[in-house]
């Protein structure tokens, strides 16, 4: 499975695992909360916010999906 990469919101280079994405939702601006299927402390769900709206955060996961499966 390809990683896509983004930079968090302290501009670090962070990977995503498109399989692992449970949703993008916006919390601000430019600025979109990742939430995956794996549970953290306290047993609720990872999430990291990254920049970028989430129609280009949804863009960049969709298309490495797409290319995964072709």
Same mark, same amino acid.
């Not at 979109?32 to 995956?36: N, P």
């Given at each position: 499975m390809a990683l *896509? !990469?983004?930079k968090n919101t302290?501009?670090?280079l962070v990977y /995503?695992?498109?399989a692992q994405v449970l949703y993008v939702t916006t919390f601000e601006a430019d600025v979109? /909360? *990742?939430?995956?299927a794996v549970a953290g402390q306290g !047993? !609720?769900?990872v999430h990291l916010? *990254?920049?970028g709206s989430v129609d280009l955060v949804q863009s960049?996961?969709?298309a490495t999906m797409s290319a995964a499966r072709s």
């Open positions: *896509v !990469g983004f302290t501009n670090q /995503i695992n498109p979109s /909360i *990742v939430t995956f !047993g !609720g769900p916010y *990254v920049r960049k996961l969709s």
